[in-house]
């Protein structure tokens, strides 16, 4: 039987929302990426180009730091991934996220939020942190989503 986890990054609370109702259709475990850091309103703030998520996304090579690594990512075959959509991909903690555990054999299905953008180049920005997974394209969450809808896109 396949085991799932819906780990995700919420800066606001918005993804967090709907990772808790992904994983409570899915019957799956729920884990939140810590960032060291707490994001302020000021750190959001993407109007200003010396923002902190601005600095981030602009040098990719940034990995903000993760408060802890107490995921458990070998009990898991699928991990359903869930981030908000920042300048077209998924904000580079989620690259700390992925570098920071062995995903090799499992399946990683994305989901986001956003205020309009679609997940760009998040595919082909992830791929190289998650060394030897497959990382598909989910859905871009903004709405409500069925239970029919989850069960089809994340099982």
């Given amino acids: 039987m396949s085991k799932t986890l819906v780990a995700f990054f919420s ?3 918005r993804t967090k929302k709907k990772a808790e109702e992904i994983a ?58 869930g981030f908000p959509i920042w300048w077209y991909v998924a904000p580079t903690i989620i690259n700390t996220f992925l ?9 990683i299905v994305l989901f986001a939020t956003s205020g309009g953008s679609s997940f760009g180049n998040t595919v082909k920005e992830l791929t190289p942190s998650a060394k030897g997974a497959e990382i598909v394209e989910g859905k871009i969450v903004n709405g409500k989503l069925t239970a029919s809808e989850i069960k089809q896109i994340f099982e």
């Avoid at 707490?38 to 180009?49: A, G, Q, R, S, V």
């Avoid at 010396?50 to 993760?66: A, G, H, Q």
């Avoid at 408060?67 to 009990?75: M, R, S, T």
């Fill in 11 to 13: 800066a606001s609370g």
């Fill in 24 to 81: 409570a259709e899915l019957g799956a475990d729920l884990y939140e990426i810590p960032p060291k850091v707490l994001y302020t309103k000021e750190d959001l703030n993407w109007m200003d180009k010396k923002s902190r998520s601005s600095v981030e996304m602009n040098d990719k090579t940034i990995r903000p730091e993760l408060a802890d690594k107490n995921a458990n990512i070998d009990a898991y075959d699928k991990i359903v991934l």
């Fill in 99 to 107: 570098e920071s555990y062995d995903f090799v054999g499992k399946k």
